[in-house]
C-alpha cells in the first residue's frame, strides 16, 4: 500500500494572538483549522484514486 502525504500552506493565527482564554476565539480558530484539515484530507483522497498502480484492495475502497 502506498502512502501519501499532503502538506498546506501554514495557517495565519496572528488574528487571535493574545485571546487564546476566549472560547469563541478559540472555537473560531479550532474551525478554521478544521477547514482546512478537510480540504486537504479530500486533495490526498482525490490524488490516491487517481494512482494508476493502486492494489486491487485500493481499487476496490476508492469506489467505495
Known amino acids: 500500500e502506498r502512502m ?3 502538506v498546506g500552506k501554514p495557517l495565519d493565527m496572528r ?3 493574545g485571546r ?3 472560547p469563541e ?3 473560531r480558530a479550532r474551525d478554521r483549522v478544521a477547514r482546512q ?4 484530507i ?3 483522497r482525490k490524488h490516491r484514486s487517481r ?3 493502486a492494489g486491487v484492495v ?3 475502497m476508492n469506489r467505495l
Not at 484539515?37 to 486537504?40: A, H, K, T, V
Request: no cysteine.
Open 58 to 60: 485500493r481499487q476496490v
Open 25 to 27: 476565539t478559540l472555537r
Open 37 to 40: 484539515l478537510d480540504r486537504l
Open 42 to 44: 479530500g486533495e490526498g
Open 4 to 6: 501519501y502525504f499532503v
Open 51 to 53: 494512482d494508476a498502480q
Open 20 to 22: 487564546h482564554e476566549d
Open 15 to 17: 488574528p487571535y494572538h
